[in-house]
């Protein structure tokens, strides 16, 4: 059974910090890799998405690198401002349906 | 619409009473699936339309949890004889034909509280 990981569960850092957030996955056999963002008592954003074969996806200060052969993404975001603050949820897919294994997510405060 | 829409958003129910949560997909995605997240957690997956057709219900926490999405559009998850544990935000996304190259858009939810 898939099994998703994200490393810290939690994160403070001080305005213009790069943040870096972890997922990590056991089953290598993925269709793609997406990064959401969820403020509190909100839905959840799509911020990148990034396919099997990719290596990684960038979006203004937002860059994801995937390394499926290790089963790894890796969230950066750069010069982090105070309107980062919130939960980052990175989310695997294993079949063509695209049902998502999420991982628990990285709260993340950026102070100012 | 411009995005996935769900009603309630707040719904607060005796034990033992039934509740039925909507959600409105963005007009003409085939895809659609229903989450529920418990509190500090992530998503975990409930079920998934493709079209009016439910092709995995495997998520489903007990036969009081039933989904439906008769015509192909809105769809409907109802939960009988609502217990405590069911507390939690569910969470509908609905996506393109092809989910996996254009990922999914999630609605705002429906917090669920169960006394």
């Known amino acids: 059974k898939q099994e998703v990981t994200q490393i810290p569960a939690a994160l403070s850092v001080p305005e213009g910090e790069n943040l870096v957030l972890n997922c990590s996955f056991t089953?290598?056999?993925?269709?793609?890799l997406q990064w959401f963002r969820q403020d509190p008592g909100k839905g959840l954003t799509s911020l990148l998405l990034?396919?099997?074969?990719?290596r990684e996806q960038t979006s203004g200060r937002l860059n994801a690198s995937l390394d499926k052969s290790s089963g790894r993404s890796t969230l950066y975001i750069a010069a982090s401002q105070p309107g980062d603050s919130a939960t980052y949820l990175c989310?695997?897919?294993?079949?063509?349906?695209?049902?998502?294994?999420f991982g628990a997510g990285t709260q993340v405060v950026v102070t100012p | 619409g411009a995005g996935v829409s769900q009603s309630p958003r707040y719904k607060v129910a005796k034990r033992g009473q039934d509740v039925a949560l909507r959600c409105d997909p963005i007009?003409?995605?085939?895809?659609l699936f229903w989450y529920q997240q418990a509190l500090g957690q992530g998503p975990e997956f409930l079920t998934y339309?493709?079209?009016?057709?439910?092709?995995?219900k495997s998520g489903l926490p007990s036969d009081r949890f039933f989904a439906e999405r008769p015509e192909g559009s809105v769809s409907t998850l109802k939960i009988q004889r609502t217990q405590q544990e069911d507390s939690a935000v569910y969470l509908c996304?609905?996506?393109?034909?092809?989910?996996?190259?254009?990922?999914?858009?999630f609605g705002s939810g429906t917090r669920l509280t169960v006394v």
């Open positions: 007009s003409g995605h085939v895809s």
């Open positions: 990034i396919q099997s074969s990719q």
């Open positions: 989310a695997v897919t294993t079949d063509s349906w695209g049902k998502f294994q």
């Open positions: 996304a609905s996506s393109p034909w092809d989910s996996t190259n254009y990922g999914y858009t």
């Open positions: 089953d290598s056999a993925i269709y793609n």
């Open positions: 339309f493709q079209n009016e057709a439910q092709l995995d």
